[in-house]
């Protein structure tokens, strides 16, 4: 059943289904060794390898893909949980404490799908998740600086909640973000 909007350039934003996991587990193990450069690292993306365990079945959480035909070319999805400390500072962690924070995370577009207008559809569809779902009272994430157009994009559409570069030491070099909760009936508020 289609959860999002078709997008412009025949692509089809919905909510992931058993048969969609190969392919958003590709597309986010591509990003972990393209993009971010990490490689797998299992207490960082564990959720990968149980997409269905950490999205498809808990009621509060969920995954999106974006697909192009039958190819999934990008993933988005919300967590249940805010950040931890460590690795995360201490008042990041206080600020979007766990049960009430919607964590934005693995939104991830293929580099040739790119510039379409595909990760904003999916955050604004993950709000809409959020604010519908209920129970949560902010809309959290955070972004590795170095992956090429991630600052930019979140910037454009989030407020900077904590720079770890500017902290002493540079901490892990992470920026956290919020954005803004969309109204329970699923419109979402400006710059989303």
């Known amino acids: 059943m289609p959860y999002g909007p078709a997008v412009a350039g025949g692509y089809v934003l919905r909510t992931a289904t058993a048969q969609d996991i190969g392919g958003a587990r590709a597309v986010m193990l591509d990003t972990v060794y393209h993009d971010l450069r990490s490689g797998y690292v299992p207490r960082w993306h564990a959720d990968i390898i149980d997409l269905e365990g950490s999205y ?43 049960g009430t924070t919607a964590q934005l995370c693995r939104v991830y577009v293929r580099p040739g799908h790119r510039r379409h207008g595909l990760a904003r559809a999916l955050v604004r569809e993950l709000g809409a998740f959020a604010a519908t779902v209920g129970g949560y009272t902010s ?13 930019p994009f979140w910037r454009s559409m989030a407020h900077e909640v904590c720079d770890e570069r500017r902290l002493p030491g540079g ?22």
């Open 56 to 98: 498809l079945l808990p009621p509060r959480c969920t995954l999106l893909v974006a697909l192009h035909g039958d190819e999934v070319v990008a993933t988005g999805a919300v967590r249940d949980r805010g950040p931890q400390a460590p690795p995360n500072p201490q008042w990041v962690a206080d600020r979007f404490p766990s």
């Open 139 to 151: 809309l959290y994430l955070h972004t590795d600086p170095a992956v090429p157009g991630a600052e």
């Open 171 to 192: 901490g892990q070099g992470i920026v956290h973000f919020e954005l803004p909760m969309p109204v329970a009936d699923g419109r979402a508020v400006p710059n989303i």
